[in-house]
C-alpha cells in the first residue's frame, strides 16, 4: 500500500506515527512545505515571554526521525495538482523549482492552516508579523527586542498570551479587536471581564471595538497602527486575528464547509474514497450543536490524525467528536471552557438555561483557598449539558476536561448534582463544587 500525507504538524505526525505501526511494510510519503515539522505554536508566548529559552524545544518530532522510521519524508516540497480519479499528484520541489508526479493508494490530507492576513494598507511593512510557525517566532523575538511600543491584533488566545508577554518584559503594549470583548469566543462577559480588569492593571492598553483600518510607516518599517477610532505607536505589529484551512488545493474536489474546512465522517473519510483528512484543515463534530465546525486545536489535530491512520484500509475506530475543550492562564487567573456559552447559544438559537456559582473551592479552616467561579450551561428541555466556564487562582482546570465528558456522554444538570466527587479538604468540599452547581441548578 502507497500512502502520501500532505502536511505534517500535528494531525500529520499522529497519522505518520500510527502507520508505521499499523501498516508494516507499506510505503509512507510526506510532502511537506516548511522545511520543520511539529512545532507547537501554542508556545510561541511562552517563548516570547522566556519561559521556554529555546524554541527547539517546542518541536516533538523531526525529519529526521520520520526517515529514521522508513518514512519518505520531502521538506520543502508542495503539491501544486491533484488528480482524484486517477490517484495522482504534481508536486513542486521548492527549492529546486522542478516538478514531478507521484501517485497513491491512500491520500490523508494534514494541510494545516494559517493566519488570516486581511487586505490593510500597510500590512506588508516590516515589523507587522503574523503568529503562527517556528519562524514567525523567531521573527518576533528578534524584532521585540528594539522595539517598545507594541500593537497585537486580534484578542483571542494567541492574542491574548502575546500581551502579557509582551508586558510583562516592560513593553507598552496594545490589543485590538474588533469585537467589545477579549477572548469572546470562548467566554461569557463576566469571566473576560475580570480578565480586561487584570490586563489593564498590568499597564495593557485594550482597544476594543476597533477596527484596524491601515499600517503607517516610513522607509518601510511599521511605525503607526490606525484604527476606525484612534491611532497607536508600533514598532511591531503581531497579527492574531485567526486562522483559515491550507484547502485551496482541494476546492471544488472535495466537500467543505464555506471557509474551506473539508469535512469529513466518524472515520476521517473525506466524500471521497481513499481521501482522508485530519487537523486544521477540516471541520469536526461539534458535540453540543450536533453540526461539523471549524475548531483548530492541536488536541482535535492529534485525535483525528490518529483516528486517519486507524481507519485507513477499513472503518475500524469512530471518531467522538469535540466540545472545544480549552484553557487559558492570564496572569495568575486559570480559565477553561468546554461546549457552549450562553453567547454561543444565543447564536445558534438554542434555547438553554444556565446556573452560575461564586463559592470557595475548599473549606475555610485550611490556610488558604480561593474562590471559583463556574458557570454550567444546559438545554432548557432535556436539561443535558452544553457548556461550561470556570475560572479562579487555584488551577481548577481540570474540571473542564470532566465536564467535556459529561457533555459528551449527554450528562443532565441534575444527574451532575449527585455524580460521585471524591471530598478530601486540601482540594475540595464534601459538595464538590461542580455538584453545587447542580444543586443550585434544581430549582432553575
Known sequence: MKIVVIGCTHAGTAAINNMV??????????YEKNDNISFLSCGIALYVGGVVKNPDSLFYSSPEKLREMG??????????????????????NMETGSSFEDNYDKLVISS????????????QLDGVLPAKNYNHSKEIVSKEKSAQNIVVVGAGYIGVELAEAFAMKGK??????????????????????????KMKAKGI?????????????NQNKIKKVKTDKAEYDAELAVLCIGFRPSTGLFKDK????PNGAITVDEYMQTSRKDIFAAGDCCASMYNPVGIHKYIPLATNAVRMGTLAAFNLEKPTVKYLGT?????????????????????????????????TIRENYRPEFMPDYEEVLLKVVFDAKTREILGAQILSKADLTQSANTLSLAIQKKLTIDELALTDFFFQ????????????????????
Open 71 to 92: 518514512i519518505t519524508t520531502r521538506m520543502l516540497h508542495e503539491v501544486m495538482d491533484i488528480d482524484i480519479d486517477k490517484k495522482t499528484l504534481l508536486v513542486k
Open 172 to 197: 507598552k503594549v496594545t490589543l485590538i479587536d474588533t469585537e467589545n470583548r477579549i477572548l469572546s469566543k470562548y467566554f461569557d462577559k463576566e469571566f473576560t471581564d475580570i480578565a480586561e480588569e
Open 112 to 123: 494545516g492552516s494559517w493566519p488570516i492576513i486581511p487586505d490593510i494598507e500597510g500590512i
Open 254 to 257: 472535495l466537500e467543505m464547509l
Open 205 to 217: 492598553t485594550l482597544a476594543l471595538g476597533e477596527t484596524v483600518t491601515n499600517f503607517m510607516g
Open 323 to 355: 466540545q472545544g475543550t480549552s484553557a487559558i492562564k492570564i496572569y495568575n487567573l486559570n480559565y477553561a471552557v468546554t461546549g457552549l456559552t450562553q453567547s454561543a447559544a444565543d447564536f445558534h438559537n438554542i434555547d438553554i438555561k444556565s446556573v
Open 425 to 444: 479538604p486540601h482540594y475540595n468540599k464534601p459538595w464538590n463544587f461542580l455538584n453545587t452547581a447542580g444543586l443550585q441548578a434544581k430549582d432553575i
Open 21 to 30: 505501526k499499523l501498516y508494516p511494510g507499506s510505503e509512507i510519503t510526506v
